[in-house]
């Protein structure tokens, strides 16, 4: 599946589908096939990081 390139949008998206979808980042990447390392690296360009209690991307 092909995510949005644009952070913010990604952003946006991930948070949706995580509070939503699933319950955690890796059964969202395992879904749609994505690699979640790939996830972390740009949302950590706009000074995003997953927390896992919160199953969602927070500002650093």
Known sequence: MTIPKDPIILLSYINTKL?????SLEDLCKSLSID???????????????DAKSNQ???M
Not at 37 to 49: A, F, H, L
């Open 36 to 50: 979640p390392e790939e996830v972390n690296t740009t949302m950590s360009k706009i000074n995003y990081s997953y």
């Open 19 to 23: 509070r939503n979808e699933f319950t």
């Open 57 to 59: 991307f927070i500002l």
